[in-house]
C-alpha cells in the first residue's frame, strides 16, 4: 500500500513540475525532479544531461525540511552542467550564475548572485531596489556541503570541497577544502 502512495504522489509531482517547465517554454529532457519543485524562470535557463535534483525531505531527508526553489529573473541566466545533483536548496538568479559538471550541492544550501537589497538606507526604501549582483561559479567536481550559503561574486575551483554551514564569498582555488563563517582554507587534495 504505502509503495502505491508513493507512487501516486510521484507521478503528481512529476505533472505538477513538467506543467511548470512547459508553461515557461523549457524542455524537461535529462532531468530528474524528486518531489514538487518550486521554479519561476523569466530569463534563460540552461540545464545538461543526467541532473538530479532533489526537492522534499522524503527525497534526501539530510536535506533539511524543504523544497527545491529557481528562481531565475528577467535578465538572468542560469546554466547547469552534465551529472550535477542538488538537493532541496534554493538558487536565486539575477545576472548569472553557472554550476558545470560533476558538481554535487548539498541539502539546505542557498546560492545567491545578488544581495537583494541595498546597504544604503535610503537606496533600500527605493521601489526598484535590487541590491548589487555578481556572477557566481561552481566549477566542475566542486562538492558543497550541507547548508552552505554562497554569495555573489563566488568563484569556487574545480574538485574543490566547501564544507557543511560555510559562507563562501570571493574565489576558491582548484582541489582545495574550505569551511567555516567566513569561509577559511583547510587543505590542499
Not at 548572485?113 to 561552481?138: A, M, Y
Not at 566542486?142 to 560555510?166: D, Q, R, Y
Request: charged content about 15%; aromatic content about 12%.
Amino acid at each position: 500500500m504505502l509503495k502505491f502512495i508513493r507512487y501516486i504522489v510521484s507521478g503528481y509531482c512529476f505533472i505538477y513540475n513538467y506543467m511548470f517547465f512547459f508553461l515557461m517554454g523549457i524542455k524537461f529532457k535529462g532531468l530528474k525532479v524528486n518531489g514538487k519543485l518550486f521554479f519561476r524562470c523569466y530569463g534563460e535557463f540552461n540545464y545538461g544531461s543526467n541532473v538530479i535534483i532533489n526537492s522534499s525531505h522524503a527525497a534526501n531527508p539530510i536535506g533539511g525540511n524543504t523544497f527545491f526553489s529557481i528562481v531565475v529573473c528577467e535578465k538572468g541566466c542560469l546554466t547547469i552542467g552534465d551529472n550535477v545533483g542538488m538537493s532541496s536548496s534554493a538558487i536565486y538568479c539575477i545576472k548569472n550564475i553557472t554550476i558545470m559538471d560533476n558538481v554535487l550541492i548539498g541539502g539546505d544550501c542557498k546560492i545567491y548572485d545578488t544581495d537583494f537589497h541595498s546597504i544604503d538606507p535610503t537606496t533600500r526604501l527605493q521601489d526598484n531596489d535590487k541590491g548589487l549582483s555578481k556572477p557566481v561559479l561552481i566549477k566542475s567536481g566542486a562538492f558543497i556541503g550541507t547548508g552552505t550559503i554562497i554569495l555573489k561574486g563566488t568563484e569556487i575551483g574545480e574538485n574543490s570541497v566547501i564544507g557543511a554551514g560555510s559562507v563562501v564569498s570571493g574565489i576558491i582555488p582548484s582541489n582545495q577544502v574550505w569551511a567555516g563563517n567566513p569561509v577559511k582554507f583547510i587543505r590542499n587534495i
